[in-house]
Nanobody
Framework: QVQLVESGGGLVQPGGSLRLSCAAS????????MGWYRQAPEKQRELVAT???????SYADSVKGRFTISRDNAKHTVYLQMNSLKPEDTALYYC???????????????WGQGTQVTVSS
């Protein structure tokens, strides 16, 4: 079992910044890709950003140049620095972690409980 604890969401004015964190714990041997997704009301969950074990990153077009994903492998933690926030960034943000419990155990896909980000004046 893998537990993900997210933090850092909140209410911010347009143009402001927030930093999300997601710490993984539990039955983890190795963490592979980590990522952030978001879901706005009445919309499907969408990919925001991902980062591989080696640090390669990818972003949704809507957040490129404004959001930065990073990770601390020693702490099993992934971050999302969000700058120049817009009202359309308002959503519930979920972290996602792919890990295994021991070599050859297979990949476990885990989700956080979500942290709310609201961008409004």
């Amino acid at each position: 079992q893998v537990q993900l604890v997210e933090s850092g969401g909140g209410l911010v004015q347009p143009g402001g910044s927030l930093r999300l964190s997601c710490a993984a714990s539990g039955s983890i041997f190795r963490i592979y890709a980590m990522g952030w997704y978001r879901q706005a009301p009445e919309k499907q969950r969408e990919l925001v950003a991902t980062i591989t074990t080696s640090g390669d990153t990818s972003y949704a077009d809507s957040v490129k140049g404004r959001f930065t994903i990073s990770r601390d492998n020693a702490k099993h933690t992934v971050y999302l620095q969000m700058n120049s926030l817009k009202p359309e960034d308002t959503a519930l943000y979920y972290c996602n972690v792919r890990s295994d419990r021991y070599p050859g155990s297979g990949i476990t896909n885990s989700w956080g409980q979500g942290t709310q980000v609201t961008v409004s004046s």
